[in-house]
T-cell receptor, first 110, second 116 residues
Framework: RKEVEQDPGPFNVPEGATVAFNCTYSNSASQSFFWYRQDCRKEPKLLMS???SGNEDGRFTAQLNRASQYISLLIRDSKLSDSATYLCVVNPRGYNKLIFGAGTRLAVHP | DTGVSQNPRHKITKRGQNVTFRCDPISEHNRLYWYRQTLGQGPEFLTY????????KSRLLSDRFSAERPKGSFSTLEIQRTEQGDSAMYLC??????????????FGSGTQLSVL
């Protein structure tokens, strides 16, 4: 079983739609969680951290469910510029590394 | 540009040759990471430095791979006797965050390696 699992997609949605991605992780001792965004042929960039209480950044909302070991990302009012791959990232306790999922592709069309 | 810099951007080599990549992290960042990414996959952790000390290595890092970070500044990743399976994007990242506390990684643009 992979340490971080995501639905690869692609999710094809029209502009203005709301879309949600989920991610599950296997290490229950994981302590930090993130969503990174990666555009085609570019490097990953931090989109947002994920906190236990849930957090929001503009149109983006991240949630963490430690009991079920899943993380979600909700994007409201999708824009064409949101088209990218969204990487779910976990930092296991005691390890000096971030573990990335394979990513979920989002394509927003006019 | 004060971001993470990687050289070269692309490297084409023949199987069996040695290659070396360089990474210059953001100057005040003491933590440096190497990742490898293949098409359709997320970045896979290879190794981690805190200052000049290599503190963690992945099992993915065979004995053909070696990384250094002399003086805790730039880092090099060398692959000896390259194989076709080594073809991938090699990403370097740096950070200044405390271990395990919402650490933000800044990635370079990567070195795309193609082994023929």
């Amino acid at each position: 079983r992979k340490e971080v699992e995501q639905d690869p997609g692609p999710f094809n949605v029209p502009e203005g739609a709301t879309v949600a991605f989920n991610c599950t992780y296997s290490n229950s001792a994981s302590q930090s969680f993130f969503w990174y965004r990666q555009d085609c042929r570019k490097e990953p960039k931090l989109l947002m951290s994920v906190y236990s209480s849930g957090n929001e950044d503009g149109r983006f909302t991240a949630q963490l469910n430690r009991a079920s070991q899943y993380i979600s990302l909700l994007i409201r009012d999708s824009k064409l510029s949101d088209s990218a791959t969204y990487l779910c990232v976990v930092n296991p306790r005691g390890y000096n590394k971030l573990i990335f999922g394979a990513g979920t592709r989002l394509a927003v069309h006019p | 540009d004060t971001g993470v810099s990687q050289n070269p951007r692309h490297k084409i080599t023949k199987r069996g040759q040695n290659v070396t990549f360089r990474c210059d992290p953001i100057s005040e960042h003491n933590r440096l990471y190497w990742y490898r990414q293949t098409l359709g996959q997320g970045p896979e952790f290879l190794t981690y430095f805190q200052n000049e000390a290599q503190l963690e290595k992945s099992r993915l890092l065979s004995d053909r791979f070696s990384a250094e970070r002399p003086k805790g500044s730039f880092s090099t990743l060398e692959i000896q006797r390259t194989e076709q399976g080594d073809s991938a994007m090699y990403l370097c990242a740096s950070s200044s965050g405390r271990q395990g506390t919402n650490e933000k990684l800044f990635f370079g643009s990567g070195t795309q390696l193609s082994v023929l």
